[in-house]
Antibody, heavy 119, light 107 residues
């Protein structure tokens, strides 16, 4: 059974960089047809796809984040990470990591980590 | 970006009712649509993918249909645990997008 666990600071100051890590167990992030992804959800609102890193290392991001996003991976620790630069209050959200199965669905999700942007 | 519009945004129903949620895409997405259920304080849970394929372990009272730009999620007989928020998601093109959600509450 694949499990994902997000970790990182719960509070980030405006204009700084948000950094989160997703640790994956029960499966390798460097094998199979999977898209290791980040999705976020402001309180009381809907889901927003942030971006993903494919098994072989290629990345795609949501243009709405204006090139502030980077997703990378650490295959030795079976982790992938998210950084969002120049954060504002609009980046306050629950951040989920998830596994995209092919181009078909997201079948495993982490429990989420709440990130608040505030001074 | 492909916009997904769910209707209704809010639905009040009773245990045992049959309910249908619609998801309309701003352009054709073939059958590249998934449905998720989200309970308060929890991560979304995959229900259906490729428009109509039931995820393993999901009760058969859930079903999906559609193609192109119009899709539906049907719950044939509502159970107490089904009261939650439902989202559609398109995976046809980047950026991947979600509908705004349908909140299903007990009448």
């Amino acid at each position: 059974q694949v499990q994902l666990q997000e970790s990182g600071p719960g509070l980030v100051k405006p204009s700084q960089t948000l950094s989160l890590i997703c640790t994956v167990s029960g499966g390798s992030i460097s094998s199979g047809n999977y898209y290791w992804s980040w999705i976020r959800q402001p309180a009381g609102k809907g889901l927003e796809w942030v971006g993903r890193i494919y098994t072989e290392g290629s990345t795609r991001y949501n243009p709405s984040l204006n090139s502030r996003v980077t997703i990378s991976r650490d295959t030795s620790n079976n982790q992938f990470s998210l950084t969002v630069s120049s954060v504002t209050a609009a980046d306050t959200a629950m951040y989920y990591c998830a596994r995209g199965r092919g181009a078909s669905n997201y079948d495993f999700w982490g429990q989420g980590v709440l990130v608040t942007v505030s001074s | 970006d492909i916009q997904l519009t769910q209707s209704p945004s809010f639905l009040s129903a009773s245990v045992g009712d049959r309910v249908t949620i619609t998801c309309r895409a701003s352009q054709g997405i073939s059958t590249n649509l998934a449905w998720y259920q989200q309970e308060p304080g929890k991560a979304p849970k995959l229900l259906i993918y490729a428009t109509s394929t039931l995820q393993s372990g999901v009760p058969s009272r859930f079903s999906g249909s559609g193609s192109g730009t119009e899709f539906t999620l049907t719950i044939s007989s509502l159970q107490p645990e089904d009261f939650a928020t439902y989202y559609c998601q398109q995976l046809d093109s980047y950026p991947i997008t979600f509908g705004q959600g349908t909140r299903l509450e007990i009448k």
